[in-house]
């Protein structure tokens, strides 16, 4: 519950991000816009699990009826299957993506650096650039990879899980939702404790 209350922070971090390594993103806007397409659909399969299981427990089950279980039980292995499927085409999209631009920006960070004056190689040491064009890049990529998906990904669970809460029953949806505001309240301030005492570690 804790990245709700970071939402804004991290929507700014990452548009920052996203405009300085937009270039190098656009050779493969195909895969990225595969990746974002095929991202709802994923998340959509995840949240009718719970619906056919709430179906065949409300329906079958009380009836005894052993065809009316097996279909549905068939259907959600169907579904889970196809979620899984379509998850993993999202991640392999997202990390050919991520791997390209981290590629192209390694090739053009490594062209500047051999092009540099002496002055230049003689202020940097070999391990501050080594680190620029190593570390610095997979970090980027780390945060291409799992902070832009993971934030899509998470925003669109949760619209669409409380969709399907008030769609199931929207009396007991509004009970558990009026619970959240102290949820995330807690969530901010153990939130802000950790941080605290990580920066203090750090020091």
């Given amino acids: 519950m804790n990245y709700l209350m970071e939402a804004p922070m991290a929507v700014a ?3 920052s991000l996203l405009s300085r390594i937009g270039p190098y993103l656009r050779e493969d806007g195909r895969k990225l816009f595969s990746a974002a397409a095929v991202l709802p659909l994923g998340v959509g399969l995840g949240v009718v699990q719970p619906y056919l299981l709430k179906v065949t427990l409300d329906e079958y089950v ?21 979620e899984f499927t379509v998850r993993g085409l999202h991640n392999f999209l997202i990390e050919s993506v991520v791997l390209g631009a981290c590629c192209r920006l390694r090739v053009e960070a490594h062209g500047r650096v051999l092009r540099a004056s002496s002055r230049f190689h003689q202020t940097w040491l070999p391990g501050a650039l080594m680190t620029r064009l190593v570390t610095d890049v997979e970090g980027l990529g780390a945060g291409l990879r799992n ?21 199931l029953d929207w009396r007991l949806s509004l009970i558990a939702l009026g619970a959240a505001p102290a949820v ?8 802000r404790r950790m941080r605290a005492q990580q920066a203090a570690d750090q020091r």
Wanted: charged content about 0%; hydrophobic content about 60%.
């Fill in 13 to 15: 971090g990452m548009s």
């Fill in 62 to 82: 009380p009836k005894g009826s052993l065809g009316g279980i097996l279909a549905l039980g068939g259907l959600l292995i169907f579904v889970l299957g196809l």
């Fill in 147 to 167: 902070g832009l998906s993971l934030l899509v990904s998470s925003a669109l669970t949760i619209v669409a899980t409380l969709a399907a809460m008030l769609l």
């Fill in 184 to 191: 995330l309240a807690m969530s901010h301030f153990f939130g």
